[in-house]
């Protein structure tokens, strides 16, 4: 019993691998970024990152790890103090309509029924008139929003709002997909279902998506890869590919143990952060780089 559980521990994990992606492959560059806000607060110090097209990208880690401050910086909003952010080698200075950041609010145009707030944005961006109709059903049917064409967002629910957004923000086709905590304020079940959605369209499109999460188990469920991230000074402390197929049920066994195994990551990672507590040294974080782990109530096994 003890050994068929260990087994499925290993070969679950054996789905989780370092990522190394070189910055020649990269879609997104990350080089040396830092962050100082006014305040004196490190927000971010020596990140590197760098993502290739079409991967699906989770910030993950404990509250003020500066998760937000990098998705600003990829979406141009933050002018980071050191280091440099490029999209295809391009510099990032500021926004650009090559990147679309979404939030936890939908900010939809409360006058503006479903389809017109998609055909607005499509028309922000030169998108000629005849088009917009077509693109914005287009994308409306893909969110399953079909019926709603004509409807204000005061008469949807918070599930409803979230894919109107969802869908203006595919349909005016950004390179990269910036998502800032989307699901955030959604019940679980329809968390469930935005992150099933979100999962086939992305399969679809295979948009590179960067996106921000408190949830171990969002992150597995949508992720190609999970950057955990540390803070005071907010940094990556570890970048891990996950290769588990999809599209992935939210009960899936491996899945599950994958969750359990980067949770007890994360809680090392907020024991080293211990409010109060000196700020850790950058060598002082040596358990969250020990490569494997026990899950709770097992030996650990051997290397
Ligand atoms: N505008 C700002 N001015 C000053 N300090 C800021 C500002 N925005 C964020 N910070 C600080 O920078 C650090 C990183 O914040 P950030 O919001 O990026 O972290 P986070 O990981 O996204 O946190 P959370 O998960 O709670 O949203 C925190 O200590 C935060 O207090």
Avoid at 13 to 36: F, M, N, W, Y
């Amino acid at each position: 019993m003890l050994r068929a559980l260990l087994g499925r521990w290993r070969s679950s994990l054996r789905l989780l691998r370092p990522a190394h992606v070189e910055a020649d492959h990269a879609k997104i560059s990350v080089t040396q970024l830092g962050h100082r806000y006014a305040n004196k607060v490190v927000a971010l110090e020596d990140v590197d990152l760098n993502v290739r097209s079409g991967e699906f990208i989770c910030l993950l880690g404990p509250s003020g790890c500066g998760k937000s401050t990098l998705l600003y910086a990829l979406a141009g909003h933050v002018r980071p103090t050191g280091g440099t952010v490029s999209i295809d080698g391009q510099p990032i200075t500021g926004p650009g309509p090559n990147r679309l950041l979404m939030f936890q609010e939908a900010a939809l145009f409360p006058w503006l029924s479903v389809r017109g707030n998609i055909t607005f944005a499509l028309a922000a961006r030169g998108v000629p008139r005849a088009e917009r109709k077509e693109r914005a059903d287009q994308y409306i049917r893909r969110v399953h929003l079909q019926g709603f064409e004509e409807t204000l967002p005061h008469q949807l629910s918070g599930g409803m709002k979230m894919r109107a957004s969802l869908a203006r923000a595919l349909a005016v086709d950004p390179t990269v997909l910036l998502m800032d905590e989307p699901f955030g304020s959604l019940d679980a079940q329809t968390r469930i279902h935005m992150q099933e959605l979100l999962q086939s369209i992305w399969m679809r499109t295979h948009k590179t998506v960067v996106f921000v999460t408190h949830d171990v188990h969002e992150a597995l469920m949508l992720g190609t890869r999970v950057v955990l991230m540390a803070p005071r000074p907010g940094r990556i402390v570890r970048d891990l590919e996950v290769h588990l197929p999809m599209p992935r049920r939210p009960d899936d066994a491996a899945l599950t143990e994958m969750v359990r195994h980067v949770q007890r990551l994360l809680s090392e990672v907020e024991r080293t952060n211990i409010p109060d507590s000196p700020p850790p040294s950058r060598a002082s974080t040596p358990a969250v780089t020990s490569p494997v782990l026990s899950p709770p109530g097992l030996p650990r096994p051997a290397r």
